[in-house]
């Protein structure tokens, strides 16, 4: 079953923009992880936000988690054309244990130059 | 270089004939899954193991089989592929970081079931 659910499906931003992304979620976690995948490539891991955090940052990555909304937003500063990319997120769901990932759909980022 | 590799890129098949995907890691990760990803419904998970000879179902396991005799090696196996199992399959391996499993992907496996 998807727990995660992201939102837009699509994204196109100018160069520089600022872009953001949600997640939404339906289950008690004990984190969440945002990936990115290029066109057809195999994901890449971003960021890890544990239940207990409320925010944090890499780069010009930022990541927020609301657990009382069961959401999350990924947000991507100055962004540039290599961000252009599928971003998805990823929910360790409490109740099925550590060992479990779900993905969401995805949300397809385009950045045009 | 740490990595997950899969054989082969891309296959097209036919229906009936078996086929083994192989999947490799070199990073002593003790848990692998499979994925597939279809449009519109994300990545969902085939198999995942926890160790050596330790197996599980995912969400989406009819009409695959899995092994794991040994720590790097996860081969996924269809048996009698058909149709519907045309799709972008991907494996994953994990680290234990922080409490949490952090996947490393392959690259892929475009498979075509005709």
């Known amino acids: 079953s998807q727990q995660g659910e992201e939102d837009p499906q699509a994204l196109s931003i100018q160069e520089g923009e600022n872009a953001t992304m949600n997640c939404s979620y339906k289950t008690s976690i004990n984190n969440l992880q945002w990936y990115r995948q290029n066109s057809g490539r195999g994901l890449v891991h971003l960021i890890l936000?544990?239940?207990?955090?409320r925010e944090k940052h890499s780069g010009r990555l930022r990541v927020t988690l609301d657990t009382s909304k069961k959401s999350s937003s990924l947000l991507i500063t100055a962004s540039r054309a290599a961000d252009t990319a599928s971003y998805f997120c990823a929910t360790d769901p409490h109740v099925q244990g550590a060992q479990k990932l779900v993905f969401g759909q995805g949300t397809r980022l385009t950045i045009n130059p | 270089e740490a990595q997950v590799t899969q054989n082969p890129r891309y296959l097209i098949t036919v229906t009936g004939k078996k086929l083994t995907v192989t999947c490799s890691q070199n990073?002593?990760?003790?848990?692998m899954s499979w994925y597939r990803q279809d449009p519109g419904l994300g990545l969902r998970q085939i198999y995942y193991?926890?160790?050596?000879?330790?197996?599980d179902k995912g969400d989406v396991p009819e009409g695959y089989k899995v092994s794991r005799k040994e720590k790097r090696n996860f081969p996924l196996i269809l048996e009698s592929p058909s149709p519907n199992q045309t799709s972008l399959y991907f494996c994953?391996?994990?680290?234990?970081?922080?409490?949490?499993?952090?996947?490393?992907f392959g690259p892929g496996t475009r498979l075509t079931v005709t």
């Open positions: 193991s926890m160790n050596v000879e330790v197996t």
């Open positions: 936000i544990r239940s207990n955090e």
């Open positions: 990073m002593n990760h003790e848990y």
């Open positions: 994953a391996s994990s680290l234990f970081r922080g409490g949490a499993y952090e996947q490393y």
